[in-house]
């Protein structure tokens, strides 16, 4: 990358950095009104949630027609979401321990909190639990995919691409292929276990 796109990749971490500071601190806050480790919100919060929460009968009559005759589709993809799930597991399982590539931890992508608010009813649960399920799988195959893309072809789109994964921003640039193979070899070591940080939630 020339000197620019570094000095904008440069600022990009930092807003990055500046971001989790601002995220651990407001999760610190929320973790003084949470008691034994478990997401319940204090006595006086958690009457005001069951006071609002709609009933499942009413929630149903109130349902759009709509939204009852389109439900089957959405569950429906719950089985390749899980299929998909499963093979990109079993693949970065065999590959990436074949290529020396640090694993990604499916359990950073995919997480159930909201399903333990009060104001939400049983099918809103369960709602919840499925988008949760669903669009974690995506971002934890997205990034098992991105890691395989760093370790095969490392380099940039000359057409634009919306939502490039962050790992394209570090990529080489379209037709500079002078000491290209060097330079693979670094964008590969960066993906060993030892390189490649692992992702926590942000204390």
């Known amino acids: 990358m020339n000197s620019k796109a570094n000095a904008i990749v440069d600022r990009i971490r930092a807003l ?14 929320m ?34 027609l709509s939204v009852i005759l389109t439900a089957p589709f959405i569950y429906a993809l719950l089985l390749p979401f899980a299929f998909l799930d499963v093979s990109v597991s079993i693949y970065q399982s065999v590959c990436f321990r074949a290529y020396g590539i640090a694993r990604v931890r499916r ?13 939400l009813n049983a099918i809103e649960k369960i709602n919840c639990t499925y988008c949760s399920y669903a669009n974690g799988v995506i971002a934890y195959v997205r990034e098992v995919s991105a890691r395989t893309e760093q370790y095969w072809c490392p380099i940039k789109h000359a057409l634009k691409v919306r939502g490039p994964h962050s790992r394209q921003r570090l990529f080489e640039e379209y037709g500079d292929g002078a000491e290209y193979q060097q330079r693979l070899k670094t964008h590969r070591d960066a993906l060993k276990p030892d390189k490649t940080p692992v992702k926590r939630d942000i204390d």
């Open 31 to 64: 973790r003084e009104r949470l008691g034994k480790g478990r997401a319940e919100l204090d006595r006086e919060m958690e009457k005001m949630n069951r006071s609002v929460r709609i009933g499942v009968l009413r929630y149903i009559s109130e349902a759009q």
């Open 16 to 29: 990055e950095g500046e971001l989790e500071i601002q995220i651990a601190e407001e999760r610190r806050l």
């Open 107 to 119: 359990r950073d992508y995919i997480v159930y909190d909201r399903g333990r608010l009060s104001y």
